[in-house]
């Protein structure tokens, strides 16, 4: 039957996934399905700061250009991730003093952001990533601990600055439902409009674990930044389980994902979907959580779980 992407842009949405550069170049498989399925990309690692500027003013943009270029070869759109975050950042940026460090931050920005101002396929970016507490402070960051909250709305003016036509987002987890996290992004997003700061898209990670139950406010919570006057997209959506998988877990699983692509479906100012990598065989999740995994649509041999049918089915009306 028809891939996902097909049913996707049938409905105006994007169905996205997050790819790894060492799979893109090893593994026919990966290629074949992530051109097939998809219409977005997202790098998972290759566009952050540590793969991109490794030493100050050293660029290196072989892996960025990678997923570039495949995405432009497929007709897929390339969504940028991320320009400010306090992971994945190097050592030398979180040394330098507050002078030096947004001057730092301004050159990064119009670097990266300006490399692929004029690609077709770049569309979008993750300007600044996980700013928030789940308490719904401000991060204790190396950023905030030097910038002050000014970096935020700095970030989104280089941005601005550096490819006028780029759609500029904020990104963060465990915002998919109503509750103090999602309420201060809300609360911030608002403020910065106010500000004529240059936010024009929200972010939703939604790395999801079926023992944590399904956000069922997530639509609402979409509602709620949509009448902001922000798209809104679901980013980085996975669905991870303790293991070994089961057949009562998988269809919880594939719940979870019917229920976050109909959410989407629902909300006009939302853009589309994507999920965090396609293939069990290639995760975060194991390394991260111990004794969990299988949170994605394909198993480790690339066969389609109950999930993708849920996907597929979801897109396709169900
Ligand atoms: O590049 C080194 C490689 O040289 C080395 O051999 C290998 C050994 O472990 O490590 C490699 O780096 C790893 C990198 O992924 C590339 O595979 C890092 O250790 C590992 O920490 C890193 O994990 C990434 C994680 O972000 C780090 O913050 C995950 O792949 C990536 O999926 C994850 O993505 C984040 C989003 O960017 C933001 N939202 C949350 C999401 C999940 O954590």
Redesign the pocket.
Known sequence: SAPLRQHAAARGKFIGT?L?TGPLSNETQYRNIAATEFNQITA??AM?WDATEPNQGQFNFSGADTIVNFATQNNQQVHG??LVWH??TPGWVQGLGATAMRSAMQNHISQVVGRYANNAAVVSWDVV??VFEENGNLRSSFWYNTLGQSYIADAFRYARAADPDARLCIND?NVEGINAKSTAMYNLVRSLREQNVPVDCVGF?S?LAIQYGFPSDLRQNLERFAALGVQVRIT?VDVRMQMPRSSSKDTTQANYYRDVIQACLAVNACAGVTI?GFTDRHS?VPD?FSGEGAALIYDENYQQKPSYTAVHNALDGG
């Open positions: 997050a790894a998972e690692n952050k991730h991320t992971n994945q990533n996980e987890y990670q790395h980085e965090w975060w991260t």
